[in-house]
């Protein structure tokens, strides 16, 4: 028997062109095919992102998913609405986010969906109890949350229990995730008949959009041959409530894992590397060696961390006002893809960044307009002073860091991303015979991005400058701060930012713009005005009190993606030397 089912998603802010590729090489193909052959059933995920975007561009789509629904064909699987990592949102957010895709299913295909599709297979005792409080039947994990448990993995159906209330596990096999469609469909179908029950539910961006795989699964025609082969073999296909309803199931207690390539990329650079060589040189006790959780990614990348915990603010405050709104602000700000970076790009995608920020902050002002915080946001240690009137959010550390200065109707102006040191930044391998292959096994050579590398010793926040200062008094709209003979405040008011400065030495200021549009080459000015105009932020001016010789340069990444690597502008630095008493007054 094979239970085989599918998993659909774009991020947020993702660019309008990618949806429209993936959706014309990948779902549309997919669903096409299995619509002419009732007679295989399978079932699928789709984000409500991709809901949303079908039901706008591309109904005739949405009519054949309720159609194969209806007939019996299709089982559709929930999740978060806006594909949320459920462990790292708040439990309230969780049934919200949950319900939200329940409801949507119900209302437009006839039917609401019966398990969880559990985003990134990010397992965590935490969301347990929520899945069983909402009656789901079943979470998709993987084989690797039992194995790395310490039980034998046995193909087939699991379950576990929490406060001794059930829930079923379907777990993926990885074999089948490297098989499929990479092999040839002959070997897959042995591999299948060779077990009482297959269970393969991955990425649906694999059938047609990943590289290589329009022409493996169409032009050559792997999906119809795998198809005839499954009916020449008598194999039978199940939707997964199918499956379950008779299948003997047995008790696990999954790890707090996700799949196996995740633990890898959750590490940082050095652990990472010797992880993968701990791997290879242990062949025999892979099973043991284990990699970091997904939650890591807020220590190995400060931006993350510091979005993620603003979101989690702001959520916290705007509980109750979000039940009646049909904005879902902070549900969008909790799509997952911009917080985490693996074989796709994620965190290193400016636009997705931004998206998950622009959310934040209307959600921020959302709940007022005036507000002075005191508390340590991002839980590094240290005590933020947060301000927010009419335009402007600026939140401070207690040593004077500048984390972010966000306006209402333009969002985050430091949507930047620091230069941090990746494991493949240090392996180089060969890209010859990559067709067939999967992502995760695809060969990339780094060595002609070399001279494009270049790292950070501190993260890209909004300002920094060379003195450690120490706290001395907050006001509505003015946060002061002094060390010895020195003087910094920072104003809000009148639609402008304010950086005023009286200072005994000079010292070096940072301000790390998040524009990321704009093509430049590094350059001196020597002026009192310094302006940008970008579509991410409009035109931002930047006026001195006295003229400055500014040092001005693109931020610049190489990160890798699923095909290649990618060298992204992350921002823009201005940087200047500051002494004496000095006004810097930013307008946008």
Known sequence: MLVFGIHCHQPIGNFDYVF????????K?????FYEHEDFKLSAHFSGILFEWFLKNKKDFMNKLADMVQRNQLEIIGGGYYEPILASISKEDRILQIEKLNKFCENTLGKSPKGIWLTERIWDTSVLQTIIELSMDYIIIDDYHIVSAGYPFEE??????????????????????YKIPFDEPKNVVDFIKSQKTSIIIDDG????????????VYEERWLERFYELLKQENIETKTISEALKDAHKKLVYPASVSYEEMGHWALNYKDAIAYQEAKEQCKRFETFIKGGIWKNFFTKYQESNYMHKRMLEVSKKS???????????????QCNDAYWHGIFGGIYFPHLRREIWNNIIKADFENG???????????????????????FIVVVSEKGIIKELSKKEVGNLNVCLSRYKEFYHFISENKDQNEGKTIHELKKDISKYKDLITYDDKP???????????????????????????????????????????????????????????????????????SFEAFEIGKINIDFSKNQKLKV???????????DFDVITQGICISFLAGGELSVEMSC
């Open 460 to 530: 890209r926040f909004f300002s920094y400058d060379s003195i450690d200062w120490d706290l001395v008094d907050v006001k509505e709209n003015a946060i002061t701060f002094q060390k010895e003979n020195n003087k910094k405040i920072i104003r809000i008011e009148e639609g402008k930012f304010t950086l005023e400065y009286n200072l005994k030495d000079e010292i070096n200021v940072d301000i790390n713009l998040g524009i990321h549009s704009i093509s430049l080459d590094p350059y001196d000015i020597d002026s009192n005005h310094i």
């Open 553 to 563: 340069y693109p931020i610049k990444t190489v990160s890798q993606s699923e095909k």
């Open 319 to 333: 509980s109750k006002k979000r039940k009646s709104s049909k904005k879902d602000y902070i549900l969008k700000a």
């Open 20 to 27: 429209e590729e993936a959706y014309e090489k990948a779902y």
């Open 156 to 177: 087939g159906f699991y379950f576990t229990e929490d406060e001794g209330k059930k829930v079923n596990l379907v777990p993926i096999d990885k074999r089948l995730r």
């Open 29 to 33: 193909p997919f669903i096409d095919f």
């Open 205 to 216: 961006e694999k059938f047609g959009i990943w590289p290589y795989t329009y022409k493996t």
């Open 369 to 391: 307009s005036h507000e002075i915080v005191k508390e340590d946001i991002d839980f590094d240690g240290e005590l933020e002073v947060k301000l927010k009137d009419k335009d």
